[in-house]
């Protein structure tokens, strides 16, 4: 494919370099690879990027801040939000900045790798950054398409409790809807069901509050116990661990790549995105965290929704109860289609031809094929292993961490060089140890946690 580049795109769409004369004149327009083509197309607005940085981040996922408010207790867990949200939003538009600032020099780079290999040099885009973000992404659909089939399956049996369907047929028939929304040609095409995703996350979210606050202020309310359980070992892990849940929901590793569909020129577009994402993240992770260990104090479930059922009966009114799941499963499909745009990416790179049409059989037949194979991959997955929650605990401390709480900053002084005795360096530089630290003890204690939970283990397992 002569004059194809995939690692950056001087031009993309139309956009030109506003760089010098010299720079302007020297960048000329190229060819782009077919999964920057096709799947990351350069069109949309700035209220598209936050639709689809409000679903990659606002994710049932925060349903499990009050279990990690648990091991925390009052002041560690509000704190350790607040700092995840300062931390991302402050890395976040560090990332965006220096995207802006290679695009200006007639460098667009589309995919964080791409990034990573232009600044740092091809080994870290192509043996660290591309493996981890791949890891992360991947997993992160495994564990949606896992968490849909729990969620299908708690509906079931609040409507049949004698039901004797298993958890992986659950998994199967969410992984079906997921078979249909892969076949979404863009990530750009995303922007109005991510639009959906966003009112989505708020409603369940605002269920999750008010369910917690009607329960936990009932005469039948659980008596509220703030204290940390376990011996020292045990808080010391838990509180790693929870340290890891908090970093690993306010995590994105897609940034590039969701500023990729932004149409040119790109300059401030990222940061009103931003914006948005974050009004959504402030209102939905800390009325979710703060209600739900308010109610159930250290017996908060990994599922805020699994305390509204005791001994499978509802604690709430069933309708409730079943509107909220529902709206949890429909932001799920949401989330796991988001995370696979750098798998789709990478295959349409792969076995599509940038010469051919979009939609010509040349092209749609190779993507039918490979996004089937790749949803029923991570369907299986999911099926298989009903204790992924472990294993993505895992993948969040190597991946999540690096991604969104270290690269930045390594790669905001690196692009900038900052003065050594400045105060940029060193608020960057410190936060990136700071992380990378946890990050390890994160690692430590998700492997600790697995072992511990390995004799649970079986595969396809109804739990």
């Not at 369907?165 to 929304?181: A, T």
């Amino acid at each position: 494919m002569g004059g194809v580049r995939s690692n950056s795109a001087e031009l993309h769409d139309g956009e030109v370099a506003k760089a010098s004369p010299i720079a302007s004149a020297a960048a000329a327009p190229i060819e782009l690879d077919a999964g920057a083509q096709f799947v990351l197309k350069s069109r949309g607005s700035w209220i598209h990027c936050g639709y689809h940085l409000s679903t990659s981040i606002v994710a049932p996922a925060l349903l499990s801040l009050p279990f990690a408010f648990a091991s925390l207790g009052w002041t560690a867990g509000i704190l350790c939000l607040l700092i995840g949200a300062v931390v991302t939003f402050y890395a976040y538009n560090l990332l965006c900045l220096v995207l802006e600032h290679n695009a200006n020099l007639g460098h667009r780079h589309l995919r964080f790798r791409d990034m990573a290999n232009h600044i740092l040099g091809p080994l870290w885009g192509k043996y660290y950054v591309g493996p981890i973000q791949f890891l992360v992404c991947y997993g992160a659909v495994v564990g949606c398409t896992l968490l849909g089939g729990q969620c299908l399956k708690a509906i079931y049996l609040l409507s049949k409790p004698e039901g004797n369907m298993k958890l992986y047929e659950f998994v199967i028939i969410f992984g079906g809807l997921m078979l249909i929304l892969a076949q979404i040609p863009s990530f750009h095409s995303l922007r109005y069901i991510n639009m959906v995703s966003l009112i989505l996350s708020l409603t369940y979210s605002a269920c999750a509050t008010a369910g917690s606050v009607y329960y936990g202020s009932s005469s039948k309310g659980p008596s509220k116990d703030y204290s940390i359980k376990g011996n020292d070992e045990t808080r010391i892990f838990g509180m790693f661990n929870a340290m890891a849940i908090i970093a690993t929901t306010y995590g994105n590793g897609i940034i590039p790549e969701i500023q990729a569909t932004i149409a040119p020129p790109v300059k401030g577009k990222m940061f009103k995105g931003l914006c948005m994402c974050y009004a959504v993240v402030l209102s939905t992770f800390f009325s979710v965290s703060i209600s739900g260990y308010w109610a159930f104090g250290n017996q908060a479930e990994g599922l805020i929704l699994s305390n509204f059922l005791k001994d499978g009966k509802s604690l709430l009114p069933k309708w409730f109860i079943l509107m909220t799941n529902a709206f949890t499963i429909l932001q799920l499909s949401a989330v796991a289609v988001v995370y696979l745009q750098p798998t789709n990416e990478i295959l349409e790179q792969a076995f599509a031809d940038a010469k051919s049409g979009q939609f010509s059989a040349r092209n749609v037949v190779p993507r039918l094929i490979s996004r089937s194979l790749s949803v029923a991959v991570a369907t299986t997955l999911a099926a298989m292993l009903p204790f992924f929650g472990d294993i993505n605990a895992l993948i969040g401390a190597f991946g999540f961490l690096p991604l969104d709480f270290v690269l930045p900053f390594v790669l905001f002084n690196a692009t900038f060089k900052p003065s050594k005795r400045g105060l940029t360096f060193w608020v960057n530089t410190t936060i990136a140890v700071v992380f990378s630290v946890i990050g390890a003890a994160a690692a430590v204690a998700a492997v600790r946690q697995i072992t511990l939970d390995a004799k649970l283990y079986r595969l396809f397992a109804n739990v």
